[in-house]
């Protein structure tokens, strides 16, 4: 099933670059795994997936250590500050933050190892109650400071729209943080570039290709309905 799963993501991926003018190499592909079962991301390991996303420490700490160490992680849950000494240094990318005292405990951690660590700032677009992310008012005052924490380096920006029905709803959202990433780098802020847009989920990726996304993070669309009950 996630063969099958996968090639027609796959499929569908390739189908909104064509219409959007893009090469098919300017998007990665996460597959999101979270509650899922090691077999499943074996699955997709074996179909070639080496980015996969998760969204709780322990849970991806612990997938990492089963699977081949070839594969990049991607954080794209919540991050406590007590959490984040356990996988500064162990993944790809942060997608997820979204506060100074965050990133300042990012850097805390980075310093000790001796590394830069590459982060996104999540930004709330919808401005949804329920959803983490700063706001995109306050997004560039944030990419300013963080730029001064010599241990990180901003990549670019995330978010996560809201759930519609009709991808073409989430259009104008994934227009405007798009917008937002230009005038960051327009603002040629030391330390920061904006190459990377981690923008659309199952339900709308295809819409935030055409609109400029450089990663997607897809989930359901590749293993299946969560079933969080189980856990
Ligand atoms: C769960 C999750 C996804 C994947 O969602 P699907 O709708 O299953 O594709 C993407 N991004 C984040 C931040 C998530 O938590």
């Not at 090639?7 to 670059?17: L, S, T």
């Not at 963080?146 to 104008?172: C, F, H, Q, W």
């Not at 405007?176 to 230009?182: A, E, M, P, T, Y």
């Amino acid at each position: 099933m996630i063969k099958e799963n996968l090639a027609q993501v796959e499929k569908n991926i390739r189908q909104a670059c064509e219409k959007a003018g893009r090469a098919r190499e300017e998007v990665t592909l996460i597959a999101v795994s979270k509650t899922k079962p090691i077999e499943m991301l074996q699955e997709a390991y074996a179909e070639n997936i080496r980015d996969f996303g998760e969204n709780k420490v322990q849970e991806l700490c612990g997938k990492m250590e089963q699977l081949p160490s070839d594969i990049r992680w991607h954080m794209i849950g919540h991050l406590q500050r007590n959490k984040v000494k356990y996988i500064v240094g162990r993944t790809a990318l942060i997608h997820s933050v979204d506060t100074y005292r965050l990133a300042e405990e990012i850097n805390i951690q980075a310093k000790k190892k001796r590394i830069v660590v590459p982060i996104l700032v999540e930004v709330n677009i919808a401005h949804e109650e329920s959803k983490f992310g700063i706001s995109a008012e306050d997004a560039i005052l944030l990419v300013e400071d963080i730029s001064k924490l010599e241990n990180i380096r901003i990549k670019g920006l995330m978010t996560v729209a809201p759930y519609v029905e009709n991808p073409e709803d989430n259009r104008p959202y994934f227009q405007k943080i798009k917008q937002l990433s230009v005038d960051i780098t327009n603002k040629n802020i030391d330390n920061v570039s904006m190459e990377i847009l981690s923008m659309g989920m199952t339900g709308d990726y295809m819409v935030a290709i055409e609109e400029g996304a450089t990663m997607v993070r897809v989930g359901t669309g590749i293993f299946g309905e969560r079933n969080y009950k189980q856990e």
